[in-house]
């Protein structure tokens, strides 16, 4: 080779090494950029779309779906080598769950002695009382109450001791000063726990149901025990009727069911009678339908021998609707799939796609990460209660809770999420991780109807990821393939920025109380309600009451001197058996307006008033 042509062969070797290093010391600027995550990968798109098929039946509690669901969540975990945090040293952790409610003899409707059929013409109430009343008929017209718009069924009638007729839902809204609200967005008033109340109130010995509304679809008129699971029950037998039966007790005494509705709905007055000599006699038993249900725990130990006995939790419920009998926004679909892709196989498909790389990683977090898979959250909240009453880790070393619910609809960079003021630091950490992902997130001052809100009512700090309500929410049109699978993705690197940052920070979260205004239905309360409380309902379905896991500060709740522990057993003069009834008194409330309100505290009966507050 001749000097030159070496020379030559120098000069293009050092501009390929120059080019070499310049792509190389390009490729080293652009890592250090850490663009957003990849693409989804592909294990994603499989865990939900295991969890979402019709194989899984809708995983409710009491179908076979939830179980094959359950093996294959714990199934994951064992491969990913997650340490087993559940019952007898394996992945489950096991509970009962009330199902629902199944009607048993003696049942038995009969006007002057013939017995009507059960199913056919009749079924009782998901949530009657058990037992028996016979008396006369009196039609109480929509069984409605609103003293403060001058409207009362109950007015100029007697019913005590009497069985009342009255119809489903309510009079049309004849002015903007209404109470009542156009169809399918029905006031409180129209809810059969309003009707059922204001009945026993009234002192009436019993009510029947009448719905004029499914006209023409005779099947669908009677509501299935299957959509009640019997929260503490009211102390009125209650039933339905079809429209048919109802409308012959009244022809005999020269009454036509239609035009008593018609003449209602047309006047804005109630149109209510006593019906002498029609005499019914009314027996209902109901039964409490249960079931054994799991979480799925898994657990990887902490990293520092100084903080590895501290942990945070990662949850998300893995259980939907089933068939839809419980729970379905369109009661036609009841009995078809309800696939529950985004609610919520979306969270449990990034619960375990976090589980598998936390797992992998190397160094592991300072503090032990658990990892939760909650079942009976749709029934509510019965998973994650149960852990927090008996936690496979000591709960007071727990430092967050973060909640995966409905993160499968991703759409224009944004997040809602709840509970970043239950701790000081929440706020900074989540703005600092989603600003490296491109997110944009929203914050909520409220904690949300989740699991995390069994963490926050054992003052553990808490988050909850959302992705915001859409149109196939509790529907069977909840499906795997319209789910956001790079959105999941970017999620989840979201929640594992942010769990890494709080396992791994020397001084651990303190827990604060929400702020004195929630929004939304977070503390219990409708959205639509006026009125506030400020009291932080426990949704334990087992109290006879409604239990207090807290109140807000500065409200009026706990203006009135109510706290933690509290049982409300009366409000505003009204019987409180359970959260429902307490909803409906407050909707029924303006702000302003003092309340005098009862709650047994360590045994005792305790009586306080409250001045209600305008929703913020």
């Known amino acids: 080779?001749?000097?030159?042509?070496?020379?030559?062969?120098?000069?293009?070797?050092?501009?390929?090494?120059?080019?070499?290093?310049?792509?190389?010391?390009?490729?080293?600027?652009?890592?250090?950029?850490?663009?957003?995550?990849?693409?989804?990968?592909?294990?994603?798109?499989?865990?939900?779309?295991?969890?979402?098929?019709?194989?899984?039946?809708?995983?409710?509690?009491?179908?076979?779906?939830?179980?094959?669901?359950?093996?294959?969540?714990?199934?994951?975990?064992?491969?990913?080598?997650?340490?087993?945090?559940?019952?007898?040293?394996?992945?489950?952790?096991?509970?009962?769950?009330?199902?629902?409610?199944?009607?048993?003899?003696?049942a038995q409707l009969s006007v002057g002695g013939a017995p009507l059929a059960l199913h056919d013409d009749w079924v009782p109430l998901g949530f009657s009382a058990s037992g028996k009343a016979?008396?006369?008929?009196?039609?109480?017209?929509?069984?409605?109450?609103?003293?403060?718009?001058?409207?009362?069924?109950?007015?100029?009638?007697?019913?005590?001791?009497?069985?009342?007729?009255?119809?489903?839902?309510?009079?049309?809204?004849?002015?903007?000063?209404?109470?009542?609200?156009?169809?399918?967005?029905?006031?409180?008033?129209?809810?059969?726990?309003?009707?059922?109340?204001?009945?026993?109130?009234?002192?009436?010995?019993?009510?029947?149901?009448v719905d004029l509304h499914h006209e023409g679809a005779e099947q669908r008129e009677l509501i299935s025990t299957r959509r009640s699971l019997l929260r503490g029950g009211n102390s009125l037998v209650a039933a339905q009727a079809k429209r048919r039966v109802v409308a012959r007790w009244l022809e005999t005494r020269g009454v036509a069911l239609a035009a008593l509705k018609e003449k209602i709905d047309q006047a804005g007055r109630p149109a209510s009678m006593a019906l002498p000599g029609v005499n019914i006699a009314l027996t209902v038993t109901l039964e409490e339908m249960r079931e054994r249900a799991d979480n799925v725990v898994g657990i990887i130990p902490g990293s520092d021998p100084r903080l590895k006995d501290e942990h945070i939790v990662i949850g998300a419920h893995y259980d939907h609707l089933g068939f839809g009998h419980y729970g379905t926004v369109d009661s036609s679909t009841e009995g078809e799939v309800h696939h529950g892709a985004d609610d919520n196989a979306s969270g449990t498909a990034v619960l375990l796609q976090m589980a598998e790389q936390l797992a992998r990683a190397d160094p592991k977090p300072a503090r032990t990460t658990v990892f939760a898979a909650f079942s009976g959250e749709e029934l509510g909240l019965y998973g994650s209660r149960h852990y927090t009453n008996h936690p496979p880790l000591p709960l007071t070393s727990a430092k967050a809770m973060l909640n995966?619910?409905?993160?499968?609809?991703?759409?224009?960079?944004?997040?809602?999420?709840?509970?970043?003021?239950?701790?000081?630091?929440?706020?900074?950490?989540?703005?600092?991780?989603?600003?490296?992902?491109?997110?944009?997130?929203?914050?909520?001052?409220?904690?949300?109807?989740?699991?995390?809100?069994?963490?926050?009512?054992?003052?553990?700090?808490?988050?909850?990821?959302?992705?915001?309500?859409?149109?196939?929410?509790?529907?069977?049109?909840?499906?795997?393939?319209?789910?956001?699978?790079?959105?999941?993705?970017?999620?989840?690197?979201?929640?594992?920025?942010?769990?890494?940052?709080?396992?791994?920070?020397?001084?651990?979260?303190?827990?604060?109380?929400?702020?004195?205004?929630?929004?939304?239905?977070?503390?219990?309360?409708?959205?639509?309600?006026?009125?506030?409380?400020?009291?932080?309902?426990?949704?334990?379905?087992?109290?006879?009451?409604?239990?207090?896991?807290?109140?807000?500060?500065?409200?009026?709740?706990?203006?009135?001197?109510?706290?933690?522990?509290d049982v409300i057993i009366q409000f505003g003069g009204a019987k409180i058996q359970n959260i429902e009834d307490l909803m409906g008194q407050l909707s029924a409330k303006k702000p302003g307006d003092e309340v005098e309100i009862v709650v047994l505290r360590a045994g005792l009966t305790r009586t306080v008033k409250a001045t209600l507050a305008a929703r913020g």
């Open 1 to 106: 080779m001749s000097q030159k042509v070496k020379s030559v062969f120098r000069r293009n070797q050092a501009a390929t090494l120059t080019c070499c290093l310049v792509l190389l010391t390009r490729l080293y600027a652009s890592a250090l950029e850490i663009p957003g995550p990849p693409t989804a990968p592909d294990s994603l798109r499989a865990h939900a779309r295991y969890l979402a098929s019709d194989e899984l039946t809708g995983r409710g509690v009491d179908t076979a779906g939830i179980k094959l669901a359950r093996d294959y969540i714990a199934r994951e975990f064992a491969r990913y080598g997650l340490r087993p945090g559940g019952d007898n040293g394996g992945y489950l952790q096991s509970f009962d769950v009330v199902t629902g409610v199944r009607v048993t003899q003696p």
């Open 134 to 209: 016979e008396g006369e008929l009196v039609f109480a017209g929509y069984g409605i109450t609103a003293k403060d718009y001058g409207y009362d069924d109950y007015e100029g009638i007697d019913v005590k001791g009497k069985i009342v007729i009255v119809l489903r839902y309510e009079p049309p809204p004849k002015d903007d000063k209404s109470p009542f609200r156009k169809a399918p967005q029905y006031s409180n008033h129209a809810t059969l726990r309003a009707k059922v109340n204001n009945a026993r109130e009234h002192g009436a010995a019993a009510l029947i149901l």
């Open 404 to 565: 995966l619910d409905m993160v499968g609809r991703l759409r224009d960079d944004r997040v809602t999420v709840f509970g970043t003021r239950s701790a000081q630091e929440l706020h900074g950490i989540v703005a600092e991780e989603s600003g490296k992902l491109g997110l944009e997130i929203r914050e909520s001052d409220g904690i949300g109807r989740s699991d995390n809100l069994s963490f926050y009512n054992k003052k553990i700090p808490v988050l909850h990821f959302f992705t915001g309500a859409h149109a196939d929410y509790h529907r069977p049109t909840d499906t795997w393939d319209k789910l956001n699978y790079d959105g999941m993705n970017r999620i989840g690197a979201l929640v594992l920025g942010i769990a890494r940052r709080i396992a791994n920070t020397t001084e651990p979260l303190q827990f604060a109380a929400l702020p004195t205004r929630l929004s939304g239905n977070e503390a219990g309360e409708v959205p639509a309600f006026r009125t506030y409380l400020g009291s932080i309902p426990d949704y334990d379905g087992d109290t006879d009451g409604v239990k207090l896991a807290g109140v807000s500060p500065g409200s009026p709740a706990a203006r009135a001197g109510l706290r933690e522990g």
